[in-house]
């Protein structure tokens, strides 16, 4: 691991040392060096070979390539990944910069106190970012959100936040002249979604938005994200998207309370209950969903269940829950007995997605803080192909 850039040299009297908590302060927060740097990958620990092997078995069989992450050097802390329908061999990664650290936190723990969120063109060939936007609000100040996924549906690409989804020109971070750019949502009046948006896919003209969910919040959750069928507090709704208009087709719309303040959503014409610290999903197909959850430094997980029916359209299945607004909706639960497997991974799992061959999975072990902490550093963004599932594969 290579250790950060210390200050340029001084000339003059010579000055009493820095301690070496303040030093390391410093040098987090200095700004970062002139040039396009960040489109470069620097590896901080990748589990080879006999590691991966031994630590998690199915993984290792299951891969079949991966790609060390852009811009870990420069505190990139990666969040989500999409493939791009109809451009073979590119993704698109999401997550933030952190342009400055807290001195201390929980001991080794460093926390961002200052985000500037970002999206990479990348070249799943090469493993090479082609290139980098850095994103701002409609306003045109930076955006410091914590861009948790990114998902490609009709040409744009759409990020989403606390209970808001951006729309952004995928034409435009394609086609650009400058390897670094800023990009701005296209939507200036902000589109409304009933989850804090913590990760993002896209299937069949539906954006899949949901919450990761921890108790220890503190929060009461709205009602309806407690499956009345299972102890489940993970919750994701589903927006049909109208490819004129580039809004959810339905235009009802309600008033949804979390964590003492009350957001104005539009109503989903979906939803999926589901474990809570979920970090990603992705459809195989109408019935199969893949889930990417991780949490803190233990192992994280892809697990792979089996819907009775696909969760939107007239065919809909589900226990009823009631929304805000009074009205009724059919929602599966992903439970134990809907999953067909899971494998095991290293810890920092983040969003996931499938290109009908291959799985993406990006992990942020590279990441500052996480690689000066976590046993098992992974710092690629993996691809695999799903385990084969009996009930389909024969």
């Known amino acids: 691991?290579?250790?950060?850039?210390g200050p340029p040299g001084r000339t003059g009297s010579p000055r009493k040392a820095l301690p070496a908590m303040a030093l390391l302060a410093l040098l987090l927060c200095a700004p970062p060096v002139a040039g396009d740097s960040r489109l470069e990958t620097q590896a901080f620990g990748n589990l080879h070979d006999s590691r991966l092997d031994r630590h998690f078995p199915l993984l290792s069989e299951l891969m079949v390539g991966g790609h060390v992450l852009p811009g870990l050097h420069r505190n990139f802390v990666p969040q989500g990944v999409d493939y791009l329908a109809g451009h073979e061999g590119e993704a698109v990664l999401s997550g933030y910069f952190c342009k400055r650290f807290t001195a201390r936190y929980r001991g080794p723990f460093r926390r961002c106190v200052l985000k500037r969120s970002a999206l990479y063109l990348f070249d799943l060939e090469s493993g090479r970012a082609q290139r980098l936007a850095l994103l701002e609000e409609p306003?045109?100040?930076?955006?410091r959100r914590h861009a948790g996924g990114v998902a490609?549906?009709?040409?744009?690409?759409?990020?989403?936040?606390?209970?808001v989804v951006f729309r952004f020109s995928l034409e435009a971070l394609r086609t650009a002249d400058e390897p670094v750019i800023t990009l701005r949502p296209e939507n200036e009046r902000a589109i409304g979604v009933d989850a804090s948006?913590?990760?993002?896919?896209?299937?069949?003209?539906?954006?899949?938005?949901g919450n990761f969910q921890r108790g220890r919040r503190g929060?009461?959750?709205?009602?309806?994200?407690?499956?009345?069928?299972?102890?489940?507090?993970?919750?994701?709704?589903?927006?049909?998207i109208d490819q004129d208009t580039l809004r959810p087709v339905s235009q009802a719309r309600y008033r949804v309370n979390f964590a003492g303040v009350a957001f104005e959503v539009y109503r989903p014409d979906?939803?999926?209950?589901?474990?809570?610290?979920v970090q990603g999903m992705t459809f195989l197909d109408d019935t199969r969903v893949v889930l990417s959850t991780s949490f803190g430094p233990r192992r994280g997980a892809l697990a792979f269940h089996r819907l009775a029916a696909a969760p939107i359209g007239d065919s809909a299945e589900g226990a009823a829950v009631t929304l805000p607004d009074g009205s009724t909706l059919p929602v599966q639960s992903l439970t134990r007995a809907t999953r067909a497997s899971v494998i095991s991974t290293p810890p920092g799992a983040e969003g996931v997605s499938w290109d009908g061959q291959r799985l993406a999975v990006p992990f942020e072990g590279g990441a500052m803080p996480y690689r000066q902490r976590w046993r098992w550093r992974e710092d690629r963004l993996l691809l695999l192909t799903p385990p084969p599932d009996p009930r389909v594969d024969g």
């Open 1 to 5: 691991m290579r250790s950060l850039p």
């Open 139 to 143: 306003d045109g100040t930076p955006m």
């Open 152 to 163: 490609e549906l009709y040409e744009r690409l759409w990020l989403p936040d606390n209970f």
């Open 197 to 209: 948006g913590d990760f993002i896919t896209a299937h069949e003209g539906t954006l899949w938005i």
């Open 219 to 240: 929060n009461p959750l709205p009602a309806h994200y407690q499956a009345p069928d299972a102890e489940t507090r993970g919750w994701t709704a589903g927006y049909r």
């Open 270 to 277: 979906a939803a999926l209950h589901h474990r809570n610290k």
